[in-house]
């Protein structure tokens, strides 16, 4: 999962940096702390966006990956006056979902870190960014929507297939929503 905060550049630039490191802040606690809750991990932040992975298994059973999504936006939409009062911002993320091999190691001499190569990360920012241009919230892959039960609150409209920057395949994409129920 790639989130990525909307308009952030302007919420930075109108709140300085001391507000935004404390909006930030309490945006990405909370959005960690839901992350776990669904079986997942934050592997990093960087800057305004969240990456966030599951093991197989972990994010597809009763579609944790995505019901995190929706508990990270509905408490951003239930806190949203108070951040309203305190920031003059109501934050709010994009997304992009893939499934798929990942190689994982470690890198770096005097700066370590963890990383995740390969495709499936790099589709899932993709269609973050997809998300952006299209003007929707929320991306999933077809494989990866394949794969799992979409839960009754949640409803998968499909874009089509599209060529993501750097690919040379299209990839079918669903944009999703909350259920009219």
Same mark, same amino acid.
């Given at each position: 999962m790639f989130l990525d905060m909307k308009n952030f550049t302007a919420i930075a630039e109108r709140l300085g940096d001391e507000r935004t490191h404390a909006l930030i802040a309490e945006v990405f606690f909370d959005a960690d702390r839901r992350i776990a809750e669904h079986g997942g991990e934050v592997l990093n932040y960087n800057g305004d966006e969240i990456v966030a992975t599951w093991l197989e298994d972990d994010g597809l059973k009763d579609a944790n990956c995505l019901r995190c999504y929706w508990d990270i936006m509905q408490s951003l939409a239930a806190k949203a006056a108070s951040f309203e009062d305190r920031f003059g911002v109501r934050p709010e993320f994009w997304a992009g979902f893939h499934a798929g091999e990942v190689v994982v190691g470690e890198c770096g001499d005097s700066k370590k870190a963890i990383v995740h190569i390969g495709d499936t990360p790099n589709v899932a920012a993709r269609l973050e960014q997809q998300a952006n241009d299209m003007g929707r919230d929320c991306l999933i892959s077809g494989s990866l929507l394949e794969r799992l039960e979409l839960p009754a609150t949640m409803?998968?409209?499909?874009?089509? =297939?599209?060529?993501?920057?750097?690919?040379?395949?299209?990839?079918?994409?669903? =944009?999703?929503?909350?259920a009219m129920l």
């Open positions: 409803r998968a409209e499909p874009q089509g =297939a599209v060529t993501l920057r750097g690919h040379e395949h299209e990839t079918e994409i669903f =944009a999703l929503s909350p």
